[in-house]
């Protein structure tokens, strides 16, 4: 069973970092891209951040992108989302997602079959 156990949330101030990790276990971490997304309250589940199986190919929502670095470890079966230059707005439970088959990397939530617990970041103006 694939399982996903993201930790590295908490608070902080506005124009302060904090690096995000999943963990994830259950089957060949390197076989399959990952993702990042991320719930407000009040707002729909928004796609941040996406990388390919190999780790050459990134994907960044335009309200990250120059802010945020995605990277894979596939010796650690770890991803990372490297959050720089934070903002208030950036405030939600961050999600890594997986999907069932390979090959497959994108933006829409509906792709991934394999959700994290989450974890909450919090931005202070």
């Known amino acids: 069973q694939v399982q996903l156990v993201e930790s590295g949330g908490g608070l902080v101030q506005a124009g302060g970092s904090l690096r995000l990790s999943c963990a994830a276990s259950?089957?060949?971490?390197?076989?399959?891209?990952m993702g990042w997304f991320r719930h407000a309250p009040g707002k729909e589940r928004e796609f941040v951040s996406a990388i390919s199986r190999t780790g050459l190919n990134t994907y960044y929502a335009d309200s990250v992108k120059g802010r945020f670095n995605i990277s894979r470890d596939n010796a650690k079966n770890t991803v990372y989302l490297q959050m720089n230059s934070l903002k208030p707005e950036d405030t939600a439970v961050y999600y890594c997602?997986?999907?069932?088959?390979?090959?497959?990397?994108?933006?829409?939530?509906?792709?991934?079959?394999?959700w994290g617990q989450g974890t909450q970041v919090t931005v202070s103006s």
């Open positions: 259950g089957r060949t971490f390197s076989s399959y891209s």
């Open positions: 997602a997986t999907p069932r088959s390979t090959g497959v990397v994108s933006y829409r939530p509906q792709a991934y079959t394999y």
